[in-house]
């Protein structure tokens, strides 16, 4: 059986972050353009795939100052380097509700293994007769591995901004209904 292509429903799905400020509180954020193919296969996971571009300059933490800070050079220089992108390397079926998704993050020319802790959340049909998979993917990285060193001491001890980066994707897939020829 072949593998079948999926699209992603944007209206019901996002790309969220939050990284500690001042060391006491999160900031939250997420990024309003961006796209994702899913190949999947349903025999197995050895040839399902994830493809993730994200566009930069798309970041979004409702301040912003502080959103124009992370588009610039000091962290994600969005007009040098206009897209994060992600590449699955393999799917790692942990049980029937856990996935493992291994894949290459690029950002600012850096690109890191990155391995997405995945909620298969089911599947379903929509009242128009569409298919539809939900997922829920979590990780954390290291800002400073993809080169966003920027930082300043605080007079009381820490810094103002966090390595450590939480990242929360939902994303609804949807597999088109077959088209009825008359």
């Known amino acids: ?26 900031v939250r954020g997420r990024f309003t353009r961006w796209s994702a193919k899913l190949t999947l296969d349903p025999k197995g996971l050895d040839r399902t795939t994830v493809e993730v571009d994200i566009e930069a300059a798309s970041i979004e ?7 124009n800070h992370l588009r610039s050079a000091d962290f994600l220089d969005a007009e040098r380097s206009p897209k994060l992108t992600y590449r699955s390397r393999r ?9 493992r998704v291994v894949g290459d993050l690029a ?17 379903g ?13 979590t990780t954390s990285l290291n800002r400073k591995d993809f080169g966003l060193t920027w930082n300043q001491a605080l007079e009381t001890g820490g810094v103002l901004v966090a390595d450590r980066v939480d990242i929360e994707i939902e994303l609804q897939a949807i597999r088109p209904a077959a088209t009825k020829v008359a």
């Open 125 to 137: 049909k929509d009242p128009w007769g569409n298919e539809r998979a939900g997922f829920t993917a």
């Open 91 to 99: 799917v790692e079926m942990l049980s029937p509700e856990r996935l």
């Open 61 to 67: 933490t409702g301040v912003s100052d502080r959103d």
């Open 1 to 26: 059986m072949a593998t079948e292509n999926w699209q992603v429903d944007l209206a019901h799905s996002s790309i969220g972050f939050s990284v500690r400020h001042m060391v006491i509180s999160k």
């Open 107 to 123: 950002i600012r020319g850096v690109t890191r293994e990155v391995v997405l802790e995945v909620e298969y959340g089911g599947r």
